[in-house]
């Protein structure tokens, strides 16, 4: 439109010039000539105007980006993470899983609605070598809990990765990941009892990736080992230990795959779990404490699937893992009453597999199922007739969800199941979880 | 930086028996995949869009080994952080990316992942093409309700033929600084490609005329650039805010306003579902276009020259 306007006038001022030129000296050829010139001259410095016009009304429509993008302008990129369900359970969640009562059981699960965890999420980068995150989960029922709270950097280069301070362990697919990507409202079962949901320690991980054209990655952690499967040891050293090792490719453009496996090892000591089913029968179960090394083995694999690679419209995605922990030391039978110390030992061993489909930009739905098995334990002479050595009764679950999530930020979940991992204790569970993530946005892991 | 050629050759010993040549190859093989990082001479690129994969290829020529991070039907705002790309970008001497917040959802990832300190914002191997170019649609509020806006403004700069020139004149200058070796090439190659560039945008400015003042409707805001080059008019846009999903009462309410306001024609980039701009079209009677948005997106779309052949072929085929 104003360019249409600029021409007219160019226009209209070019033709009265030459007009009024012409009409001076129409008798003298060589003045013609010169005139011509000069009017190709006018001609050339209007132009050169014009553009010059234009050039200003386009720079004040918009503005030249001198600064690189970036999350932060110095001011950390903060995040938060808000979370709520209604949970409609048959059975009380604080029964743990038949065969793992000496195990973590922190189902999160509470009756009606809630609000759940909300995470602040602070990151930054601190200097040219070092990044800091800080994810603080705050308790609905008040209490702020320090989830992470780690550096990074990768000024090594040659593909060294160096991390410290709290984080979420490297080991296995889903343990690194924050609970508002989990794919379901809880994590699978085997993470809650082998896990307690999601390992974290303090401490420090050295990552290497090999500088090859598929992804070959391996770590290794030490830490305090402050959580479960370890017990918070106030010693010199390390009190736990991880190595893991990932693979991964593309195939082709819409196939991407990785599988890893990991050791964790560390030790319990004085570890007391109350409510323990024992084979007198004592009604509520007996206080036990165990000490002694704990040690797991993992593997795990995900493969994913998008028409064209395009994973806005729809994409396939088919996860699982498996875990086995073996557990060797002594176990003090009822804490309370009779103290009877004794040897044991036991393997128990969890998997899951899971697929989640997007049908559609904003929908997607989900099946998993889990298993897990308690093992046969081998006990001492000493406490042979108290303790159970074998529930016969392998815990599982099926549960199926969908989500609804009209924007990046935004999701709405329903999700259903039905718990059998209390022998006897069926439990149909009914989900509905909102996640909504405000401020920053965090670029997702694979 | 450059490691030497590595000389591997896998002939085998003809006295020796078969099982051992195919070991041997195996071996080789498995060595030459390991240390493929390193045996390149040529410079490692880590392109993140077929756009800038191209436009490297045409200032590198054989100087440079390109890795395209995205595919032309993929949606470059949401692609996942996979292992691949982790890997391709450990190895990376630089990364040419759009910027301006289009990679958000995946790059600080990978970067993070890759353990490449090389090619981490702020160091020469870290190239923004969004960084030479005047931004459009720099937003004056930065509120999530007005949906997925970018701060530094919208980052679709490809589609208007003129800002490869900046880019490439500052992508030529980054590749002299990284391979300083073979400046003189990167120089030629980059007058010529200029040279050509200025001649086919003349043609296609010529060849586009018929389209300055046309109404259209887009299924993403994606095409400002496009618009301000070729004085393209858009009227609407199918998605309700940036980045959300055309929902059915809003493309009634879209069709409703065409009434007063009509467009020739609705246009897509490859990439985007077709479903909303074919409910548009068949209703409002109008063509659906589709644009191929980067080199690949569609099948004449195989090179810088012939994407912008192809745009504007098929907007004219649209006015028909």
Not at chain 1, 131 to 141: H, K, M, N
Request: glycine share 8%.
């Amino acid at each position: 439109m104003s360019r249409n306007i600029y021409w007219c006038t160019t226009v209209a001022v070019l033709l009265g010039n030459s007009f009024s030129a012409l009409a001076a000296d129409d008798a003298d050829p060589q003045s013609v000539g010169a005139q011509i010139q000069q009017l190709k001259q006018n001609n050339k410095e209007l132009e050169q105007r014009l553009q010059q016009v234009e050039i200003t009304a386009t720079q004040a429509q918009t503005r030249s980006s001198a600064a690189p993008s970036n999350v932060n302008s110095f001011n950390p990129a903060v995040a938060m993470i808000l979370s709520g369900t209604y949970e409609q359970l048959q059975q009380d969640p604080a029964i743990p899983a038949t065969g793992f009562a000496m195990n973590a059981n922190n189902t999160g699960y509470v009756h009606g609605f809630s609000l759940q965890e909300s995470e602040l999420s602070i990151s930054a980068n601190i200097d040219p070598q070092f990044s800091g995150v800080g994810t603080f989960s705050l308790a609905p029922e008040g209490g702020i809990n320090v989830e992470n709270a780690y550096v990074q950097t990768s000024a090594l280069g040659n593909g060294l990765n160096l991390k410290f301070g709290r984080f979420f362990s490297g080991l296995g697919y889903l343990n690194e990941q924050h609970s508002h990507v989990w794919d379901f409202a809880d994590q699978p079962l085997v993470y809650r009892v082998l896990w307690d949901n999601q390992y974290a320690d303090d401490g420090m991980q050295l990552k290497w990736l090999a500088p090859t054209d598929i992804f070959v990655e391996i770590g290794g952690e030490v830490g305090r080992g402050l959580n479960y499967p370890g017990t918070n040891q106030n010693k010199n050293g390390a009190g736990a230990g991880v190595l893991f090792a990932h693979i991964g490719d593309d195939i082709g453009i819409e196939q991407s795959w990785r599988a890893g496996v990991s050791l964790q090892q560390t030790r319990r000591i004085d570890a007391v779990s109350y409510n323990v089913p024992d084979l007198p029968g004592t009604p509520g179960g007996v206080s036990n404490s165990f000490s002694g090394d704990s040690r797991t083995v993992g593997l795990d694999f995900v493969w994913k699937y998008s028409p064209n690679g395009n994973i806005r419209e729809r994409y396939l995605k088919v996860q699982s893992e498996y875990f086995r922990q073996y557990q060797n030391g002594t176990l003090t039978y009822d804490i309370t009453g009779s103290i009877t110390p004794g040897a044991y030992s036991n393997t128990q061993s969890g998997w899951y597999l899971q697929s989640v489909y997007q049908f559609m930009p904003t929908w997607r739905t989900g099946l998993r199922y889990d298993r897990l098995d308690p093992g046969t334990a081998s006990v001492g002479a000493s406490i042979a007739g108290d303790v159970i050595s074998d529930y016969a009764y392998h815990p599982s679950r099926l549960t199926w969800m969908t989500d609804y999530n009209p924007s990046e930020f935004t999701r709405i979940r329903l999700q259903l199941a039905h718990d059998e991992s209390r022998q006897g204790l069926t439990d149909n569970q009914v989900f509905v979880q909102y996640i909504m993530s405000l401020g920053a946005h965090g670029a997702h892991q694979y | 930086m450059e490691t030497k050629q590595r000389e591997v050759s896998a002939k085998a010993n003809p006295r020796l028996g078969e099982g051992y040549a195919v070991a041997k190859n195996i071996l080789y093989t498995s060595l030459l995949l390991l240390l493929s990082g390193n045996v390149h001479a040529a410079l490692n690129v880590f392109a993140c869009e077929p756009e800038w994969a191209a436009l490297t290829q045409q200032l590198a020529g054989d100087k440079a080994s390109i890795y395209t991070a995205t595919g032309p039907l993929q949606d470059p705002h949401q692609v996942q952080a996979r292992p691949s790309l982790i890997a391709k970008a450990r190895n990376a001497q630089l990364l040419v990316c759009t910027g301006a917040e289009l990679e958000i959802g995946w790059m600080p990832v990978v970067l993070r992942e890759s353990g490449n300190s090389n090619i981490q914002p702020g160091s020469n191997g870290y190239f923004e093409a969004a960084q030479y170019v005047t931004m459009l649609e720099v937003p004056s509020r930065l509120d999530r309700a007005d949906g997925d806006v970018h701060a530094a403004g919208n980052p679709h700069i490809q589609t208007d033929a003129r800002n490869f020139l900046p880019v490439a004149e500052a992508l030529s200058k980054r590749l002299i600084q990284l391979d300083p070796a073979n400046a003189a090439y990167y120089q030629q190659q980059l007058t010529s490609f200029n040279q050509k560039w200025r001649t086919a945008i003349a043609g296609w400015e010529k060849q586009a005329a018929p389209l300055r003042g046309v109404s259209i409707i887009a299924h993403h805001k994606g095409f400002p650039y496009l618009n301000d080059w070729l004085g393209l008019k858009q009227v609407a846009e199918l998605e309700p805010k940036p980045g959300m999903e055309p929902s059915a009462a809003y493309l009634g309410q879209v069709l409703g306003e065409l009434q007063q306001h009509p467009a020739r024609m609705v246009i897509r980039a490859a990439y985007q579902n077709e479903r909303p701009s074919e409910w548009i079209a068949e209703r409002a009677h109008i063509p659906a276009v589709t644009l191929p948005f980067t080199v690949g997106g569609t099948p004449q779309a195989t090179n810088l020259f012939t994407m912008f052949d192809d745009t504007i072929q098929r907007l004219l085929a649209g006015l028909k």
